[in-house]
């Protein structure tokens, strides 16, 4: 029977023996690994010489162009590093459209016909060139035009990658194709990091700073996954394959008793946390917090702040490591922004700020009125930017799995605002009279103790309904999806904040006399200009839908309806003028994202139909035997039965037949135009069809015998660990 499969995943789970290590945590602290496989600036300070040492330097702090001639050096130092660590491969490592890390290894060794002689140089270290034929382009080139380059992220560590069978030197890259477009999510994020740098030093000189060094987003993305045992999830099709379970009634203790959420963490998973955070203290990468979340099974683990491009790079070697360490513990991790209905779901608060070595954090207030009022300007770039370029924020984090989780109480809608605060919304509200004089203070709390201390009260509280929230010296774009790569979300973000910092210097630059004055006045008419978007309240409420519809604020409700606003004539133009974005790579862009929605949809009907007709429904008829057996053998002996059970499955089985042949036959409807009309009629008419179908088997599991159901359930899944 299907159930045994349930059955004997329990019994292996509850007899299994804890993952252990020989770790000596005495006498190696985890703090000791950290960096220890990176070829980090100090690593580099010993091995290059000073002047390639300095060359580099120049390159990765103050933004200057890489200076080829240092190629080679670093070629070598960087090898000898790597064997030194028992590397045998090099990969140049990149990040094609598909959202995904790839690689591709070579030997460092190569025959001489008398041996094996070692090869890295410069040029090799610069660049490679895997084939691109098979990676996602948009139309960008030609089915039969392979050809692709690597090109060396200097900004970006290597490191090497100990796995239990060897050792391999990972080099950051960007990813382009001959023809010079963007064929990854590094290249467009580069180039809005130096349009940011550019136009925020601009503004930085307008504001009496001569010194002024490079200006960079910075950046920690807080992940949340789940983990489910292996033995379950190798059990259920749908959760291994889409990372989402398709089929699955409510348990009778779901997350409403509010004991997950920073609970004590189960000793398997912190086991398991220990391992990966252990791995990515050698990768450097500064992890910082972890813990339980809302949901049942559900955890977070995020870092402190770093250049936004190495946050990147280092995100998906956080999404990269958690599966692979969960393997080893037995467990599945799915990062799906969704996977069990009914529960909350994930999400990757992207926390967002800017600033240099010389004036610090930008979005940090200030102990002077100029510095202040500095703080004010970027602040209001930041909240300029996304208030008119609200659509492609939207887009940026699109995708048929982040669909499931917008708006759903859990996390923010899917209408982009900004809440600001008690304290900074004071200000704005002045700013809109023209004229700043006063400033909420931040008070203390007694906490009605003696025995505990008097805490600084903040002067706003915090808004988990908010998509794009000010939290005291950063934004945090909360509506990231948890399986995304942040790259686009931040190459938005730094793209829209350099088009305002450029519109606040040209007006500046056009104005004369008193320069405070004058900044007031810009940030005046931003204020007025800005003010619909700025919403503190409950963002889950039906009455904020009705607010925003009437203060003119869009709200694209699902990936189909955004992906478009990514080639509308607004964005196209502000990529474009900055040269972060080409309109070709932009449609190249839409299109892949249209082609993933639909290709995900696909795939998850797919797996209902197979699903539903091999396992669910066989379970079903199984039990309608059982059932109907029974009343004929009671009516032999006189006993008349009430069929209501019996009459109830045999109507539910039918329902879910014919429903499956609807499916399929919404599956294999031939759709006429381009990807979008296929992704709309997937979203209008498959997945309408496949929540029916799940309703109805969702209900069969209710009362179908349980030693004959063959899924496991989300109450084993959620809470047998």
Not at 59 to 80: E, Q, Y
Not at 509 to 530: C, H, P, Q, R, Y
Not at 540 to 567: F, I, K, M
């Amino acid at each position: 029977m299907g159930a045994s499969k349930r059955f004997n995943a329990i019994s292996t789970i509850i007899n299994a023996d804890p993952v252990s290590d020989s770790f000596d945590y005495m006498n190696e602290p985890s703090g000791a690994l950290y960096g220890t496989n990176v070829f980090s600036p100090d690593v580099m300070k010993n091995v290059l010489p000073k002047q390639v040492y300095r060359s580099l330097m120049d390159t990765i702090r103050d933004g200057k162009p890489l200076d080829m001639s240092t190629a080679d050096a670093v070629a070598s130092a960087m090898k000898d590093w790597a064997l030194s660590k028992g590397a045998s491969h090099y990969a140049h490592i990149f990040y094609p459209l598909t959202g995904r890390t790839a690689e591709k290894h070579d030997s460092f060794f190569e025959p001489d016909g008398y041996g094996k002689i070692v090869e890295f140089t410069g040029a090799t270290l610069l660049r490679q060139e895997p084939d691109a034929s098979s990676f996602p382009s948009g139309g960008l080139r030609a089915t039969h035009q392979a050809r692709g380059y690597t090109a060396w992220d200097p900004t970006s560590p290597a490191y090497v990658l100990e796995t239990p069978n060897g050792v391999t030197l990972c080099i950051p890259t960007a990813f382009v194709s001959w023809t010079g477009e963007a064929l990854d999510n590094k290249t467009p994020l580069l180039r809005s990091k130096q349009v940011l740098d550019v136009q925020a030093r601009r503004l930085l000189k307008l504001f009496g700073h001569d010194h002024v060094s490079m200006v960079s987003a910075t950046a920690g993305a807080e992940q949340e996954y789940f983990l489910v045992d292996k033995n379950f999830a190798v059990s259920r099709p749908d959760l291994y394959i889409t990372g989402r379970t398709l089929f699955g009634a409510a348990p009778p203790k779901g997350q409403e008793f509010e004991d997950q959420y920073f609970g004590l963490i189960p000793t398997r998973v912190k086991a398991f946390m220990l391992d990966v955070e252990r791995e990515l203290y050698k990768l450097g990468v500064p992890v910082k917090t972890r813990h339980n979340e809302v949901a049942p099974g559900q955890y977070e683990v995020a870092p402190v702040y770093e250049f936004a491009n190495v946050a990147h790079d280092h995100q998906q070697l956080i999404m990269n490591l958690l599966t692979r360490v969960a393997d080893r513990h037995g467990l599945f991790c799915t990062l799906h922004e969704k996977p069990f209905a009914g529960i909350n779901g994930s999400g990757k608060h992207v926390n967002f700020s800017l600033g240099n070595s010389t004036q610090g954090n930008l979005l940090e207030p200030g102990k002077t009125p100029h510095e202040n009022l500095q703080f004010l300007t970027f602040s209001t770039a930041v909240i300029r930017g996304v208030y008119k370029y609200a659509p492609v924020m939207r887009a940026a984090i699109a995708s048929a799995s982040n669909d499931h989780r917008l708006g759903a109480n859990e996390a923010p809608p899917a209408i982009m605002s900004v809440y600001l605060g008690e304290q900074l919304s004071d200000v704005f509200e002045q700013l809109k009279g023209g004229e700043l004089t006063s400033s909420l203070e931040a008070s203390f709390l007694n906490l009605g103790a003696d025995v505990l201390p008097v805490l600084p009260a903040h002067a706003g509280d915090r808004n988990r309904t908010s998509p794009f929230a000010f939290t005291g010296n950063k934004f945090e774009f909360r509506a990231v999806g948890s399986s995304q790569a942040i790259a686009m979300p931040l190459t938005v973000l730094n793209t829209i904040v350099a088009d305002s910092l450029d519109y606040i210097s040209t007006k500046l630059e056009a104005m004369e006399g008193d320069f405070d004055t004058n900044v007031v006045a810009v940030l005046s008419e931003i204020a007025k200009e800005v003010a619909p978007i700025i919403f503190d309240g409950n963002g889950y409420s039906e009455e904020w839908h009705q607010e925003a519809e009437r203060r003119g604020l869009p709200n694209l409700r699902t990936t189909v309806d955004a992906l478009p606003t990514l080639t509308s004539t607004e964005t196209v133009e502000v990529f474009e003028r900055f040269g972060v974005l080409s309109s070709a790579e932009l449609e190249s862009r839409k299109e892949i994202a249209l082609e993933q929605y639909v290709k995900t949809l696909e795939m998850e009907a797919k797996m209902v139909l197979k699903v539903g007709r091999t396992q669910i429904f066989p379970a079903a008829i199984r039990y309608q035997r059982e059932l109907a057996s029974t009343c004929a053998d009671l009516k032999v002996v006189g006993i008349t039965f009430d069929t209501v059970t019996l009459d109830k499955m045999t109507l539910s089985v039918k329902l879910l037949q014919d429903n499956l042949n609807e499916l399929e036959a919404l599956l294999n409807h031939e759709v006429e135009g381009e990807t979008l009309e296929h992704a709309t009629h997937l979203k209008e008419a498959v997945l309408p069809k496949m929540a029916e179908i799940r309703t109805l088997a969702d209900s069969l599991e209710a009362f179908v015998a349980d030693d004959i159901w063959p899924l496991p359930t989300y109450q084993e899944m959620l809470f047998i660990r």
